[in-house]
């Protein structure tokens, strides 16, 4: 994702990504934060606050449901913004509509239990502070081709949506 990012987007990403916790003072020294897996999420008091600030204080924070997390998501989050509401976004949200163009929103990467990928963010004073993709799993495309074997048209779908994603990170 990065070396796709700095050769498309002419970004100048580090090559080597760099692993946070959700509690470090590390985590504002990132613009952006990724975060997937399968199953339970669970913030701490301390990964609560230390998110809040960091999402208030400018910090964009993009969740990849790679199986099995939303109630947890939508759980823990609550935690973060008791306020706010996860909001599924429109096809004509920017994030889609960076470098490259989906205009049937976020595309549908990795195949789980048969639903349509759907994309919802938590804004703050109508800033998209919270990026949740929920069956698609970007990550999977994001890989080498060797780990998931996916066709290239897949693969390079989740590279564009990456990309725009990284774009509208840094132009918004």
């Known amino acids: 994702m990065i070396r796709y990012c700095n050769e498309n ?13 959700v509690d470090s003072k590390e985590l504002f020294n990132c613009a952006l934060v990724h975060m997937t897996g399968h199953g339970n999420v669970y913030f701490s008091p301390s990964d609560v606050e230390n998110l809040r600030l960091y999402l208030m204080s400018g910090g964009f924070l993009h969740i990849d449901d790679n199986y099995g997390m939303d109630v947890f998501v939508r759980r823990e989050m609550k935690k973060v913004f008791p306020d706010l509401e996860f909001v599924e976004l429109p096809n004509a949200h920017p994030i889609y509509h960076q470098q490259y163009s989906f205009d049937k929103g976020i595309p549908k990467i990795h195949e789980h239990d048969n639903k349509l990928p759907q994309a919802f963010g938590l ?44 774009s509208y990170v840094f132009n918004y």
């Open 9 to 21: 987007l002419n970004t100048t990403i580090a090559t080597e990504p760099v692993t946070v916790e």
């Open 123 to 166: 804004f703050l004073d109508n800033r998209l502070i919270c990026y949740y993709t929920y069956e698609t799993d970007l990550g999977d495309g994001w890989e080498d081709t060797e780990v998931h074997n996916d066709p290239e048209l897949i693969r390079l779908k989740a590279l564009k949506m990456g990309a725009n994603i990284i």
